[in-house]
């Protein structure tokens, strides 16, 4: 081949590998995937302003933290029901029926909200979706081949998180009726967004089917396990706890980040941003995950998950540091702290599924899960309380918090690498 040719077909293999990406997929992966850029658009809009949102309505930092803690409760019921749910109903109906009934009850919730036992209700009632987690993993894992997991679930969290390309029109609510009236057209926008989201789920996904590889280590079937066998079947698997444990220490990364960064950058003792400004900071963050999902996420073989999972953790503790050194009304070292951290974590949420739905079979995968969201959420009831108290002593302690722990992450995927590297 000629030096001519060969400069005519990078292009085109290029191309061919990004939209490869895109191709091929089963009608319901196209179906989770066109929901999630639904429920990522509605979600983003709640996360971002729910924080500010409770503070105009006179919820003081405390209470946030007190609120987080209700939600965790009623997450982890959610995610055993999700579990038992699951071989009861099947995963697609037991998926619908959570989703449907928390996000639809807790928008109206929100939409009415005065006060802080709103807020508290809406979090009681909103945790059952982690019902529809477990459920929501076997439809991927079900419905695609153990070679595509990673780039599926990376469609997935492209189309999830990567909606934040959306955030700046929660920005011109804000901006346009204010922080109250504002979150109001969030919500009541937000509740038909969900609503389409779950109609298209309900009418593309199809019904369970059974995968054909079964990778774990035990040979019992998972819709005949106990709760006390499903326990015996995680703690006897050392990548399986160590998912677990990440798990957990992820979660009060994201409980710390989702209740409090909002109230940091645009509070006087932080960053002292405007309201409408941080709308942009979703859109940062879509564009950092869509570079990792679209370019890096696709090169990764399994062989290289917990590598990978290892740079992730570093990745996200060195954005909060660079968090913490921004001065106070400069916008742009945003950019690059947006790229350290959601980037980081765009490799940890894709890849660690992928290694869970690798390591266990598809009939086992919503109750281990389940079980294992139960007792990540559990664990995380007493951090939202304690972020408060901090972010009370001084704004910027719980973003120290984080960094340490995700120190922690690293080192327990570190581990995990050494294992594997010793068998």
């Known amino acids: 081949m000629s030096s001519g040719e060969q400069t005519a077909a990078r292009p085109e293999s290029w191309f061919a590998q990004l939209f490869s990406t895109f191709r091929g997929h089963d009608r319901s992966i196209y179906a989770i995937l066109v929901s999630e850029i639904l429920f990522g658009t509605a979600i983003g809009w709640f996360t971002v302003y729910r924080p500010v949102y409770m503070a105009a309505l006179g919820v003081t930092e405390v209470q946030i933290g007190i609120i987080s803690a209700l939600l965790f409760c009623s997450q982890s019921v959610g995610a055993v029901l999700g579990g038992w749910a699951a071989g009861r109903f099947g995963s697609k109906r037991a998926m619908q029926f959570f989703d449907g009934f928390a996000w639809g009850a807790a928008i109206i919730l929100w939409f009415f909200a005065q006060n802080f036992w709103y807020f508290a209700a809406a979090a009681l009632v909103n945790g059952f979706f982690y019902g529809a987690i477990p459920n929501w993993n076997r439809i991927i ?223 086992l995968l919503p109750r281990v899960i389940s079980v294992s969201s139960a007792f990540s959420l559990l664990a995380s009831i007493p951090i939202g309380p304690l972020a408060g108290a901090l972010y009370r002593l001084d704004p910027r302690f719980p973003f120290h918090l984080v960094i340490a722990n995700q120190d922690l992450i690293a080192l327990l995927f570190a581990s995990l690498g050494r294992r594997g590297a010793a068998q």
């Open 141 to 363: 894992a079900d419905n695609t081949s153990s070679e595509r997991r990673p780039t599926v679930y990376g469609l997935v969290h492209l189309c999830y998180l990567g909606s934040g390309l959306f955030g700046p029109v929660a920005g011109y609510f804000v901006s346009r009726y204010g922080l109250v009236t504002g979150n109001r057209v969030i919500y009541g926008a937000g509740f038909i967004i969900i609503g389409a989201a779950v109609l298209v789920r309900q009418l593309f996904i199809r019904t369970d089917k059974p995968r054909s590889t079964d990778l774990t280590s035990d040979n019992v079937v998972g819709a005949q396990l106990t709760f006390r066998q499903t326990i015996s079947f995680i703690w006897k698997d050392y990548r399986v706890r160590v998912i677990m444990l990440t798990t957990v220490l992820s979660n009060y990364t994201l409980i710390i980040w989702n209740n409090y960064s909002s109230l940091y950058m645009t509070s006087p003792q932080g960053l002292g941003l405007s309201a409408g400004l941080i709308s942009l900071f979703p859109l940062l963050s879509s564009m950092s995950i869509a570079l990792v999902l679209l370019f890096i996420i696709p090169r990764i073989g399994a062989e290289r998950y917990v590598r990978f999972l290892f740079l992730g953790s570093l990745s996200m503790a060195l954005g909060l540091v660079l968090f913490l050194l921004i001065p106070k009304q400069v916008f742009w070292p945003l950019i690059i702290f947006a790229l350290c951290f959601n980037g980081g974590n765009a490799l940890l949420q894709p890849l660690r599924s992928s290694l869970q739905a690798d390591i266990v079979a598809s009939d």
